[in-house]
C-alpha cells in the first residue's frame, strides 16, 4: 500500500493505493453530516444528522479492466445476460475470452449483482461502503445537492444532459464533477451498490438495515447516465429490485481503522504514487 503521507506522519494519509486491485482511495474524516433531503423524493426524506467513522472509499468506480482483474485470479462468472429487461446490448462480456466489451476498458463495470459486487470487495480486501458512506463522500457536510454545490452545472457529470447516453470513462468529469474530499463519478454514469437495505429514514446502522445476512433490496446511489439533473442527486435512492442492469455499478470502501493497521503491520518506503484519470 502506497500513501501521500510523508510530511505528516501522524495523520492519516488523504490518499492511498489499495492492494491488489490497486485502487486509488480517499480518505473520509469521521464526524456528522446532513443525510436526505425534504425538497426530493419521500424516500429522500427526512433530512437528519447522521454520524460516520472515518474511512476510505475508492476515488472512482471500479472499471472493466479492474473487474478483469478479479475475474481472472478467482474465476467468477463474467457479467453476461441474454435478457432483455437488462438492456445488456453493448455491455456483455465475452463469455468464451472473458473479456469486457472493446473500448469501455476504463468505463464502470455494469450488470453486476449486489452479490458480484460483494465479491469482488472480498477479493481486494474491501467492503461495499453503508448508503451513509456513500452519501458523506458525495455530498460533504453541508447537505449541497450535488459535489460540487447546489446549482447544477453542464458538464460535471454523466447524465442525461451530458448526452453521452450509456457509460464514460471513469474520471471523464475530475476534477470538476469531483466532491470536496475529492471523490469522483458519484454523480450520473452508473448507479451504485452499497450494503444498506432500502428502509426508510432516518437512518439507522443499527436497526437491522446493515445487516448482509437479512433478506431484501439493497440501496444503489448516485443515478447514471440514463437519468437527468431530478433524479441523479446526491440523496437519490434507488432500491436494486432489478439484480442487475446496464447502469448499475459499484466502488469499495474499507474503515480508516483497517487501513492504520495494515499501514502499521506493513510499513512502505515507496514513494506517493501520482494518479490521474486513467487510474
Given amino acids: 500500500m502506497t500513501t501521500d503521507r510523508d510530511s505528516a506522519p501522524q495523520l492519516p494519509p488523504k490518499t492511498i493505493v489499495w492492494e491488489p486491485d490497486g485502487k486509488e482511495m480517499i480518505y473520509i474524516p469521521a464526524g456528522e453530516f446532513t443525510m436526505g433531503c425534504d425538497e426530493g423524493r419521500d424516500n429522500e426524506a427526512p433530512a437528519h444528522t447522521v454520524h460516520v467513522d472515518a474511512f476510505y472509499i475508492d476515488r472512482y468506480p471500479v472499471t472493466n479492466e479492474e473487474y478483469k482483474r478479479f475475474v481472472d485470479a478467482t474465476g467468477h462468472p463474467v457479467p453476461c445476460y441474454d435478457v432483455e429487461w437488462a438492456q445488456p446490448q453493448g455491455y456483455n462480456w465475452d463469455p468464451e475470452t472473458r473479456t469486457p466489451p472493446k473500448g469501455k476498458e476504463k468505463h464502470p463495470v455494469v450488470l453486476v449483482t449486489w452479490e458480484d459486487a460483494r465479491a469482488y ?48 470513462p471513469v474520471g471523464q468529469f475530475s476534477p470538476e464533477g469531483d466532491s470536496p474530499d475529492g471523490v469522483g463519478d458519484t454523480i450520473g454514469n452508473v448507479w451504485e451498490w452499497t450494503t444498506s437495505l432500502f428502509r426508510p429514514y432516518p437512518y439507522d446502522p443499527d436497526d437491522g438495515r446493515e445487516s448482509l445476512e ?46 492504520e493497521r495494515r499501514l502499521h503491520v506493513r510499513p512502505t518506503s515507496d514513494p506517493p504514487r501520482q494518479t490521474g484519470a486513467d487510474d
Avoid at 457536510?141 to 450509456?166: H, L, Q, Y
Avoid at 447516465?225 to 440523496?235: E, I, K, Q, Y
Fill in 121 to 168: 470487495a472480498a477479493w481486494a480486501g474491501k467492503r461495499l461502503p453503508t448508503e451513509a458512506e456513500w452519501e458523506r463522500a458525495s455530498r460533504s457536510t453541508d447537505g449541497r445537492r450535488w459535489p460540487w454545490g447546489n446549482e447544477f452545472v453542464a458538464g460535471r457529470c454523466n447524465t442525461k444532459e451530458s448526452g453521452i447516453g450509456g457509460t464514460s
Fill in 214 to 259: 437479512a433478506a431484501g433490496w439493497r440501496v444503489l446511489r448516485g443515478g447514471s447516465w440514463f437519468n437527468d439533473l431530478d433524479r441523479a442527486r446526491c440523496t437519490a435512492r434507488l432500491d436494486g429490485d432489478f439484480l442487475f442492469f446496464n447502469n448499475v455499478g459499484f466502488r469499495c470502501a474499507v474503515s480508516a481503522a483497517e487501513v
